[in-house]
């Protein structure tokens, strides 16, 4: 029965795949000044936008290399596929492909053509993507010739978008920055190279807060000069996305790939991962290299996966992990560790959880933390530790006035004819209207600093100490597996601290935004958050697709 159904399904794809050329789609840029002008009443400050559209990214130059493929996709194929892949996690989109229901090529169409259709519509574009891979649908093709055995748990043959501060063979690697526009010709990232090892397809670049959002002071997240403003398909123009890895949020949920790669310096994966109602890990620093992505602090970046499950979720980290002699920080981190494996063994019962008592005037948050100790979890509740974080744009300054013109020296594109932060302010000052419409204060700032290299020391262990001193305090007292948070609430503390976060779908406010319960564990204690995120993510299935994006 299972195949004689697989063979209806896929004589149904094929018969409907023999269709007629398409007419083109073309994005046209609109008018958007009465738009703007009803922004600025906005009551969040940061959402008073100065603009939307790019100046600088053309969509009709982005999708010209796969007008012949498209052009023979019908609305019909993709409406056909949507049951197979639409919301579906990776275990069953393998499982369809294994049955020969779906192919990575038919994959990778649905969500060039699915991006295309809402990108191109005034109406419902989220500004999300900056560039796609010209050669996808030759390389899906190419997998779909080559397919292993097995399959399930892989990220083999699946179209997967990086955040646009990786570098990429093949595309620019821009950080949103015009400064970087032609930053076209660099190797892999080693998470790139790590993913193409384990058969993933880069279908391309994702928008993002400017800099990785260490560039302005007050302005919006998820605008950069070459993407423009990516907006929030829970509430395009009413919810922000959430930074800096605001498009590989917004990609995500709006189901423009499997997956997408984000990174976080301070809240960057946690904060769009909750505003989207997605899942995003933020790895121990050091778990995952950060060779060959645009920094702001080697203290404290690190990458990370952005899924809609947590199965996802552990099957994407999975693919990135591996030691890179570039990154001393991943020394050691040689092990071949099975997170998929491990999600069988999870549950909440037994498992000592603290909650946040200062938290809970929040209902969801509230009512959420009932929820699990009806499933048997030992809830903890204590108040915060009194400690502060002095010095935490010093951190940030120093390390990137540092950390930049190393990428730029040794990974950035040789013809790009900046060097270091300076470089970067200056050239911005020749078109600021264009390249940065709300100013560049931080980068200012950090020309400014002159902390000196002992007081930078003393800074960075005083906040290391601090962060840990925070979360250990109740953990130790407690003996706590993980304590609850909100979204990013405590991604300042887990930074410093070099602590891992989970965050996981825990409702929508009666506005419809989105809101996630995230978990933080000691370091490396990544199975420990996945196990944890998966038993809550089976007990509350709250997660659902944006309305305008079925």
Not at 189 to 204: C, P, S, T
Request: net charge neutral; hydrophobic share 40%; proline share 4%.
């Amino acid at each position: 029965m299972k195949n004689l159904f697989s063979l209806v399904v896929l004589l149904v794809l094929l018969v409907t795949s023999c269709k007629q050329k398409e007419s083109s789609v073309t994005f046209i840029k609109y008018d958007e000044t009465s738009e703007i002008a009803a922004l600025q009443n906005h009551e969040i400050n940061r959402m008073k936008f100065k603009l939307i559209q790019s100046k600088y990214l053309d969509m009709n130059e982005v999708f010209k290399p796969f007008e012949e493929d498209l052009a023979y996709f019908s609305e019909e194929d993709y409406q056909n596929l949507v049951p197979f892949i639409l919301e579906k996690d990776i275990p069953t989109i393998q499982e369809y492909v294994n049955n020969s229901i779906l192919s990575y090529e038919r994959i990778v169409l649905f969500y060039l053509y699915r991006i295309r259709k809402f990108e191109s519509n005034n109406d419902l574009a989220l500004h999300s993507i900056i560039a796609l891979n010209s050669n996808i649908v030759k390389e899906a093709r190419e997998k779909d010739r080559k397919r292993p055995s097995n399959l399930r748990n892989t990220v083999f043959g699946l179209p997967i978008l990086l955040k646009d501060n990786i570098n990429t063979i093949g595309m620019a690697t821009t950080a949103g920055a015009f400064a970087l526009q032609n930053n076209t010709t660099t190797d892999d990232a080693f998470i790139v190279k790590k993913l193409k090892e384990n058969g993933a397809l880069i279908l391309g670049k994702a928008n993002l807060s400017e800099w990785a959002y260490y560039f302005c002071s007050g302005c919006p997240v998820g605008y950069s000069a070459i993407g423009g403003q990516t907006l929030n398909p829970y509430g395009r123009k009413i919810f922000e996305t959430g930074g800096s890895s605001s498009g590989s949020g917004v990609t995500v949920a709006a189901n423009f790939a499997v997956a997408a790669v984000g990174t976080e310096t301070s809240g960057s994966i946690l904060s769009p991962s909750s505003q989207n109602s997605v899942v995003g890990l933020k790895p121990t620093i050091g778990l995952l290299s950060r060779t060959g992505i645009v920094p702001i602090s080697s203290t404290l970046d690190t990458p990370g996966p952005m899924t809609k499950s947590v199965v996802d979720n552990a099957i994407f980290l999975s693919a990135m992990l591996g030691e890179d002699s570039e990154d001393m920080a991943t020394e050691g981190n040689n092990m071949q560790l099975n997170y998929v494996d491990s999600l069988k063994a999870s549950t909440l019962k037994g498992k000592r959880l603290g909650v946040i008592k200062e938290l809970l005037t929040d209902s969801i948050y509230k009512r959420t933390v009932q929820i699990i100790k009806r499933a048997g979890a030992e809830v903890i509740e204590f108040e915060q530790p009194q400690v502060r974080l002095n010095g935490f744009l010093t951190l940030l300054n120093i390390d990137m006035k540092h950390d930049l013109p190393i990428y730029l020296k040794n990974y950035a594109d040789s013809t790009v004819e900046i060097s270091s932060v300076e470089d970067v302010v200056n050239l911005n000052l020749l078109d600021s209207i264009s390249r940065a419409p709300y100013g560049q204060q931080l980068f200012e700032g950090i020309i400014n600093d002159t902390t000196s290299t002992e007081a930078f020391e003393l800074v960075k262990q005083n906040l290391n100490k601090n962060g840990i001193e925070y979360l250990s305090t109740p953990m130790e007292a407690y003996n706590l597996d993980a304590i609850l948070s909100i979204n990013n609430y405590h991604a300042g503390f887990a930074a410093v601290a070099k602590y891992p976060c989970l965050t996981v779908p825990m409702g929508y406010k009666k506005s419809g935004e989105p809101i996630s319960l995230t978990f933080i564990a000691k370091p490396y204690q990544e199975q420990k958050l996945l196990q944890l995120g998966y038993a809550f993510e089976k007990l509350t299935k709250v997660r659902k697709l944006p309305k305008g994006y079925k």
